[in-house]
Every structure is written in structure tokens, then in C-alpha cells.
């Protein structure tokens, strides 16, 4: 050991390391920033709505029902979205969708009413549903498996930069130009990332930038899904109970984050008493924090891998941690100020993020070969549109039947976020599908 430490061999793997961790980490930066913009554009409405309601005349259930409905065709086009990156690649679909949603994102600018401004929301759906799938699609082709929960938190973390800069941003648009060219300003910014990406991605055997150490250490290290492996027909992985699990749980986290998505603006305003400024200002808080706790969870998920805990303890210790500490968002029916209020959303927010890195990883990890992480990703993707959908319709429900009360969409949130604890601990098997059947009810 003396000798080898002695010799200047180390020099070559050192330089190897340099070569090898340059190119998958542009990669997936890239497509972080797809998330980001996808996330401002979906979530514009929400900061935008309270501002547009008198001149579009619309009530609260109303309101709900159109921060829902993005979620009804983005839910429905995750199915044929896995199944089409699966197909045809991230390269081609990715830069596909975001030319639509960003056109369709322009379009609410030209709204008279809440029909058309349904229309719109429903285009957008479609358009950003492969987004998901296929940023867990690069991370399975461009990452060994010691990575890919650290990489995966580094890509989600788009939706809490996205989610945070709607704030600021939609708000100093609306002032200064109203609600309209808000639309429209954020709707161009789309079709900026499309050219980057064209120009930049390709898959890692094909890129022409890509050095051979890098190739070797993203085909060889430890791979969670092997090279070759059974195809399998999308509607098949129904078969297995894990997959209903990652849709179930991907439900009621979904449950819980919508509110931050949909209703947190109006909360704080309408509940909460902030003023544009302070909504501006302070708005952001919960979402910039869980940027931080994204990329946490994720380096201890990978972290845990790399001590050698087994794949399956490494990926749900993140997600059930998480997940129970998500639950604290009920807690702000309780307490009055406003300070403690954003100290609850804060930590449910960023628990809920630690949560999300390792629950993307999952489809790579399950998956029993790479032809169908993009549709395993699919139906997990799916789970989350539901809850996306059920949530803001229920808030308004609640907030109509209640005299605008926040207390029973605090306690539903709440309460499923614990109910997605015990579906990732006691449903989902984080092992390859195919290895069989009966070992799915072993754990």
C-alpha cells in the first residue's frame, strides 16, 4: 500500500475525474432550467389570478377549479409522453414541448373570460407533461446509479427556483405592464432555453464533447438498470404493485405541494393580509429554502448509496423522513403570526423537496430495462397530476363551503403527506420489476 501511494500512477485517474465530471453536470443543469421554466409558466396563474379576477369575473370555486384544470391534460399526456421518449428520445421531444406550452403560455395573454382562459391552461398541460419523464429519462442515460438521486435533486430543483422566481417576477410584470404582457414575456423565455438545448443535448454515446473516461464511468458505474433487459409494453408494468405504489405515493405528496403551487399567493393575501409588496418580497421564502433541501436530499440519498446502505433503505430514508415532516403544514391552523406561519410553510416545503430527489430516481431504480424508465416515469408522473388535480379543486371546495377558512385545506395536506409515508414505506419495493412477482409482497 506504501508503494502504491508512492508511484505517480494516481495522477491518470485523477485526470480522468476532471474529464469525466464536466459534461453530464451541463447536462443536467440544461435541463433543470427546462424544469424552472416549465414551473414559472404553470405557476404564473397563481400569483397572477388574484389580480385578474374581477376583470375575468370569476369566484373562488371558479378559481380552483382553473388551477386544477392545468393538471387534467398534463395528467392525461404523461402516459403517451413516457411512451414517446421512450421511442424517440429527450433530444427531440423535450425542445417539442417546451415550443408548445410556451405558445400556449403567451396565448392566456389574449383570455376574455373563463372559458378561453380555460383553453389556454388545458394547452399548457399538454404541452409540459414530458417534462417530468423526461428529465428522469436524462438522468438514467447520462448518470451510474451513485449519482442519479443527487443529479435528479439538481434537475427538481427547477420547480423550486421556478415556483420562487413566479413570485417576484409575475408580480413586478404585472405591476409594470398588468397581468396580460406578463403572459406573453414569460411565454418567450421557452423558446430561448429550445435553442440551447437543441444545440447542446444528445445522448452521452453520441455527443461529440463527451471523453471516453466520462463514457466509460457513465456506462460502468454500477448501473442501476442494466444495458440489455426485457421490453415490456407500457400497459404491462400495471402488473405490479410497485408501480401502483409510486402512483399512489406520487398522489399525496402532490396532495400536499399543490398548495404551494396553486393557492400559497392567494393564502397569503387573502388569509394572511400581505400586501403586494410583501408578497413580493416574502413569497419567495418557502420555495428558495427548499431549493436547498432538494439538492440535500438527494446528496444523502447518493451519500447513503456510497457507504454501501442497500439501494432500497438509501432511496426511502430521504422519502419517509421527508414525507412525515411535510405533514407540518397543518400546523399553521394553529398559530397566529404570521411569522410562525412561514417558519410551517418553510419546513414543509423543504421536506417535502428533500423527499423529491430520491422519489425521482425511482423509475431508473425499478425499471427492468431502459426502454421503459420513460414510461415507468410516466405512470409515476401520472400519480402526481392527480393529486395536483384533486388538491386546488378541494381548497376552493373548502374555502366556499367554510367562508373562506384555510383550516380544512391545511389539515387535508397534512394528512396526506402522512398517508404517502406509509404508501413509499410499505407499498413500494425498490428493485428491478421483473426479478418476479411474489418477491413484490416479500419487501
Known amino acids: 500500500m506504501q508503494s502504491n501511494s508512492a508511484t505517480p500512477a494516481p495522477a491518470v485517474p485523477a485526470t480522468a475525474r476532471r474529464a469525466r465530471s464536466r459534461l453530464r453536470w451541463t447536462i443536467i443543469t440544461l435541463s433543470g432550467l427546462g424544469l424552472t421554466i416549465a414551473y414559472l409558466d404553470r405557476s404564473a396563474l397563481s400569483v397572477a389570478s388574484t389580480y385578474m379576477q374581477d376583470e375575468l369575473g370569476f369566484d373562488q370555486t371558479t378559481k380552483g377549479i382553473l388551477l386544477s384544470s392545468f393538471f387534467w391534460t398534463y395528467a392525461i399526456f404523461q402516459l403517451p409522453s413516457g411512451w414517446l421518449l421512450d421511442r424517440f428520445g429527450p433530444r427531440l421531444i423535450y425542445p417539442i414541448a417546451v415550443v408548445w406550452w410556451s405558445l400556449w403560455t403567451a396565448a392566456t395573454a389574449l383570455a376574455h373570460g373563463v372559458g378561453t382562459l380555460l383553453v389556454t391552461r388545458l394547452g399548457l398541460g399538454i404541452g409540459e407533461a414530458p417534462v417530468q419523464p423526461a428529465n ?5 442515460a447520462w448518470f451510474p446509479r451513485r449519482e442519479r438521486a443527487l443529479a435528479s435533486s439538481l434537475f427538481d430543483t427547477g420547480q423550486q427556483v421556478g415556483v420562487a422566481l413566479s413570485v417576484p417576477v409575475v408580480t413586478a410584470l404585472i405591476a409594470a405592464f398588468g397581468w396580460r404582457a406578463a403572459f406573453v414575456v414569460i411565454g418567450v423565455v421557452g423558446m430561448v432555453w429550445v435553442i440551447g438545448w437543441w444545440k447542446i443535448y444528445r445522448s452521452p454515446q453520441d455527443h461529440p464533447r463527451i471523453s471516453q473516461a466520462e463514457l466509460d464511468y457513465i456506462e460502468g458505474g454500477d448501473a442501476a438498470v442494466p ?213 413484490e409482497s416479500r419487501g
Open 227 to 439: 444495458e440489455t433487459g426485457p421490453r415490456m409494453r407500457w400497459v404491462e408494468l400495471l402488473r405490479y404493485p410497485t408501480v401502483w405504489g409510486l402512483v399512489l405515493g406520487y398522489i399525496c405528496r402532490s396532495a400536499t405541494g399543490a398548495f404551494f403551487l396553486t393557492w400559497y399567493p392567494s393564502y397569503l393575501v387573502e388569509d394572511r393580509g400581505f400586501t403586494i409588496l410583501e408578497l413580493g418580497v416574502f413569497g419567495s421564502i418557502p420555495s428558495l429554502l427548499a431549493v436547498g433541501a432538494t439538492i440535500a436530499g438527494g446528496a444523502f440519498s447518493d451519500w447513503l448509496v456510497r457507504r454501501g446502505v442497500p439501494i432500497s433503505r438509501a432511496r426511502k430514508l430521504p422519502i419517509i423522513t421527508g414525507m412525515l415532516l411535510a405533514s407540518t403544514i397543518a400546523l399553521t391552523t394553529f398559530v397566529d403570526g404570521n411569522v410562525a406561519v412561514m417558519v410551517l410553510l418553510s419546513i414543509s416545503n423543504c421536506a417535502h423537496s428533500f423527499a423529491g430527489a430520491a422519489i425521482l430516481s425511482l423509475p431508473a431504480e425499478v425499471a427492468p430495462a431502459p426502454s421503459v424508465v420513460g414510461s415507468v416515469a410516466g405512470f409515476q408522473n401520472f400519480g402526481s397530476q392527480i393529486g395536483n388535480i384533486i388538491s386546488p379543486i378541494l381548497i376552493g371546495f373548502f374555502l366556499t363551503m367554510s367562508g373562506d377558512s384555510y383550516t380544512g385545506p391545511m389539515l387535508f395536506a397534512g394528512a396526506m403527506a402522512i398517508l404517502g409515508t406509509l404508501i413509499y414505506g410499505f407499498v413500494v419495493k425498490v428493485r428491478p420489476l421483473n426479478e418476479n412477482v411474489p418477491a
Open 136 to 140: 428522469i429519462k436524462v438522468v438514467s
